[in-house]
């Protein structure tokens, strides 16, 4: 069965760079999520969309901001990045009427 | 804002036994779920339960809830050494549809020796 497509799977950039993760939903799921996961810390929610608007915010930094496009993928983009940005990134996608999300491998993001 | 905590931190378990781990939360909820994470990968669903259920079984998984204590327990019986992996609960108390998001919380690290 088809999963969560993050890429890219590793990402090396210094400080004060830009840097687009991309998710790809799983097919007909409606509802797309981000996370972000420091090392050895609970996934935080950032942001999330659907139907391709934003539905909900949590805490994501000003330097970030997110789209879904009309395929459903989604972008996160992350300007002026800082050390402590370092961490790995979830995308996770659901159905709408549905509670369980189906999470990606994750974009593990290192900044030097 | 909303979390879950879990404990223990950490879990050393032989091959064969049971493996308790334990989630307190803060607010009202509409369900809680329990995720596992291999290290360094994905987060993959194990088990929902609704803050009107008060025990749900799957497989080897047994999860209870108490409202009242905002609590939940995910217990894995007959551990395997392939059941490493670090264990998560997530609350939803959203109002649901295109609001809906879950809350994790700290995570326990299980770690089934052969």
């Known amino acids: 069965a088809a999963g969560v497509i993050q890429s890219p799977r590793h990402l090396i950039k210094e400080k004060r760079e830009t840097a687009t993760l991309k998710c790809y939903p799983i097919?007909?799921?409606?509802?797309v999520y981000w996370y972000q996961q420091g090392p050895g810390q609970d996934p935080q929610f950032l942001i999330s969309?659907?139907?391709?608007?934003?539905?909900d915010k949590g805490s994501i930094p000003d330097r970030f901001s997110a789209q879904q496009f009309s395929d459903y993928h989604s972008e996160l983009n992350m300007s002026s990045l800082e050390l402590g940005d370092s961490a790995l990134y979830f995308c996770a996608s659901s159905l709408e009427l549905e509670e369980k999300l189906f999470f990606g491998s994750g974009t593990q993001l290192s900044v030097l | 804002s909303q979390q879950g905590e879990e404990d223990p931190q950490a879990l050393s378990i032989q091959e064969g036994e049971n493996a308790t781990m334990n989630c307190s939360y803060k607010t009202s909820i509409n369900n809680l779920q329990w995720y596992r994470q291999n290290s360094g990968r994905g987060l993959v669903h194990l088990i929902l339960?609704?803050?009107?259920?008060r025990e749900k079984h799957s497989g080897r998984l047994r999860v209870t809830l108490d409202t009242s204590k905002k609590s939940s327990s995910l217990l894995i019986t007959a551990s395997r050494a392939a059941d490493t992996a670090s264990y998560f609960c997530a609350t939803d108390a959203g109002s649901g549809g295109s609001n809906y998001k879950l809350t994790f919380g700290k995570g326990t690290l299980l770690t089934v020796n052969p």
């Open positions: 339960i609704r803050s009107n259920e």
């Open positions: 097919p007909r799921h409606d509802t």
């Open positions: 969309f659907y139907e391709k608007m934003q539905s």
